[in-house]
């Protein structure tokens, strides 16, 4: 069982993510914007993160660059699960140190794939 932080400021996103996370067996860690996502990463050290993009105080962008690039929290796989579905914003992503970029509304299958590729073995 894993420890998959959630970092969502929409309820309803959240509370979905979380039943596919917990069908996959595993414990689900929340926060409700990008700033507390980056605290419970350096807090918890989760052993994946599903990261929204659109977020009030620090967008998803921005908390996926801050902890990829702190020692503590680098090793920690970021899966962005975002509306923004442009090539540009996926390459952004990519570049901001996320290993992969999902669209919502999320295909159950898909997402639980790029899980259980991404967590440690």
Do not use: C
């Not at 929409?10 to 980056?38: C, F, N, P, T």
Request: no cysteine; glycine share 6%; charged share 25%.
């Amino acid at each position: 069982m894993a420890r998959i932080l959630i970092v969502d400021d929409s309820q309803s996103q959240l509370l979905g993510l979380k039943r596919i996370v917990e069908k996959l067996g595993h414990e689900v860690i929340s926060a409700e914007d990008g700033a507390a996502g980056v605290e419970a990463a350096k807090r918890e050290l989760p052993d994946l993160i599903l990261m929204d993009v659109v977020m009030p105080n620090l967008n998803g962008f921005q908390a996926t660059r801050t902890i990829a690039k702190e020692p503590r929290t680098s090793h920690i796989p970021i899966v962005l699960v975002t509306t923004k579905d442009q090539d540009t914003d996926r390459v952004w992503g990519i570049r901001q140190g996320a290993k992969a970029y999902v669209t919502k509304p999320v295909n159950e299958a898909e997402l639980s794939r790029t899980i259980t590729e991404l967590l440690p073995k």
